[in-house]
């Protein structure tokens, strides 16, 4: 399986609130791999305009943080792959970000994961979305089914999958962890095969761990025999550049 959403690296670079303890990376890892996954797609959150100072500096951090992790899991012999990526924030300037190579994507493919916000309505969503496009890079939306009940005027799943646009999907909502009107959306979105990919959005290697299996009878139960395969491997793969 490949977890395409999950904030290990938090226990590696200092890049959001959170004290550094390679230990609880590799606790992560080791859960994770023994749930199946065999690639982390590592997704911190990155907020731009709340990071000042040189982005490409934080950029080239993370990228080394990956290099680190991977260096240790290999010294450990936990059989994972970390690649690089992040949960980048909207904001407006981030086709400006794009436009200066300093937009963190998934496998350091074109797939840049965007975060949009719960709490409010940005009425600049779709145009920044739109200009990442222009300039070639494709937008997945980081755990989409939690737009439910929230002030998203004119975001509609399947408007955003015709343009082109990937939404993911979290293994908690399909679980319920989130309340089941996000757990009624994530299954829609599974059985209306509009889901992309599935994370596990993990950010500890307990209450919020690693895990993606425990969502498969769900999966399979929404989309159908083979749409947990498609949602953890096949469409993952492709949107980090190794289909």
């Given at each position: 399986?490949?977890?395409?959403?999950n904030?290990?690296?938090r226990?590696?670079?200092?890049?959001?609130?959170?004290?550094?303890?390679i230990e609880?990376?590799?606790?992560?890892?080791?859960?994770?791999?023994?749930?199946?996954?065999?690639?982390?797609?590592?997704?911190?959150?990155?907020?731009?305009a709340?990071?000042?100072?040189?982005?490409?500096?934080?950029?080239?951090?993370?990228r080394?943080?990956?290099?680190?992790?991977?260096?240790?899991?290999?010294?450990?012999?936990?059989?994972?792959?970390?690649?690089?990526?992040?949960?980048v924030?909207?904001w407006?300037?981030?086709?400006?970000?794009?436009?200066?190579?300093?937009?963190?994507?998934?496998g350091?493919?074109?797939?840049?994961?965007?975060?949009?916000?719960?709490?409010?309505?940005?009425?600049?969503?779709?145009?920044?979305?739109?200009?990442?496009?222009?300039?070639?890079?494709?937008?997945v939306?980081?755990?989409?089914?939690?737009?439910?009940?929230?002030?998203?005027?004119g975001?509609?799943?399947?408007?955003?999958?015709?343009?082109?646009?990937?939404?993911?999907?979290n293994?908690?909502?399909?679980a319920?962890?989130?309340?089941?009107?996000?757990?009624?959306?994530?299954?829609e979105?599974?059985?209306?095969?509009?889901?992309?990919?599935?994370?596990?959005?993990?950010?500890?290697?307990?209450?919020?761990?690693?895990?993606?299996?425990?969502?498969?009878?769900?999966?399979?139960?929404?989309?159908?025999?083979?749409?947990f395969?498609?949602?953890?491997w096949?469409?993952?793969?492709?949107?980090?550049?190794?289909?």
């Open positions: 399986m490949i977890d395409l959403h904030h290990i690296l226990y590696v670079v200092p890049i959001h609130r959170t004290e550094p303890d609880v990376a590799v606790r992560m890892a080791e859960v994770a791999a023994a749930d199946g996954i065999r690639i982390i797609v590592s997704t911190p959150h990155f907020r731009p709340g990071l000042g100072g040189d982005l490409r500096a934080v950029v080239e951090m993370l080394a943080g990956v290099v680190e992790l991977n260096r240790v899991l290999r010294q450990r012999g936990i059989d994972i792959e970390v690649v690089g990526g992040a949960e924030q909207l407006e300037g981030l086709p400006d970000l794009a436009t200066d190579g300093l937009l963190p994507t998934l350091e493919g074109r797939h840049v994961m965007v975060e949009l916000p719960i709490a409010s309505y940005a009425a600049y969503a779709e145009q920044v979305l739109f200009e990442l496009q222009l300039k070639g890079y494709r937008p939306i980081a755990h989409f089914e939690r737009m439910a009940g929230a002030p998203v005027q975001t509609r799943a399947e408007e955003l999958v015709a343009r082109g646009i990937k939404l993911q999907v293994c908690e909502s399909l319920g962890r989130r309340g089941r009107e996000v757990q009624h959306a994530a299954h979105l599974v059985r209306d095969g509009l889901a992309a990919a599935l994370g596990s959005d993990a950010h500890d290697p307990g209450d919020r761990s690693p895990r993606l299996s425990v969502c498969r009878g769900a999966v399979n139960r929404a989309g159908g025999r083979g749409a395969r498609r949602l953890t096949d469409q993952p793969l492709a949107i980090i550049g190794r289909a």
